[in-house]
């Protein structure tokens, strides 16, 4: 099992960039797929973006790809996403997912998440 605690969020302009991180507890956090998700009151969660263990293969949503990186660093239990370019219509509460396995890019297909950390993004 492992424990996911989100950070880096905040208000910042559009254009901004902000990285988010996510501190993994436990030895095992190289052997699970992460993702990010972002959530606005009264939708679903969406997925943001995934990358398998190595950090070597990573998939992104259309809304985000060219302006999101979704990172890992096994060494410090620690996933990361880098958002540059940020917009109005990125504002959300963004939570990071974690699973032994890629199963898809629906919330409920992640077993694993953190309590998520708020990105506002003003216009």
């Known amino acids: 099992q492992v424990q996911l605690v989100e950070s880096g969020g905040g208000l910042v302009q559009a254009g901004a960039s902000l990285r988010l991180s996510c501190a993994a507890s436990?030895?095992?956090?190289?052997?699970?797929?992460m993702a990010w998700f972002r959530q606005v009151p009264g939708k679903e969660r969406e997925f943001v973006a995934h990358?398998?263990?190595?950090?070597?293969?990573?998939y992104y949503a259309d809304s985000v790809k060219g302006r999101f990186t979704i990172s890992r660093d096994n060494a410090k239990n620690t996933l990361y996403l880098q958002m540059n370019s940020l917009k109005p219509e990125d504002t959300a509460a963004y939570y990071c997912?974690?699973?032994?396995?890629?199963?898809?890019?629906?919330?409920?297909?992640?077993?694993?998440w953190g309590q998520g950390t708020q990105v506002t993004v003003s216009s």
């Open positions: 990358i398998n263990w190595s950090g070597d293969r990573t």
């Open positions: 436990g030895r095992t956090f190289s052997s699970y797929v």
């Open positions: 997912a974690g699973n032994r396995y890629y199963t898809g890019n629906y919330n409920y297909q992640w077993n694993y």
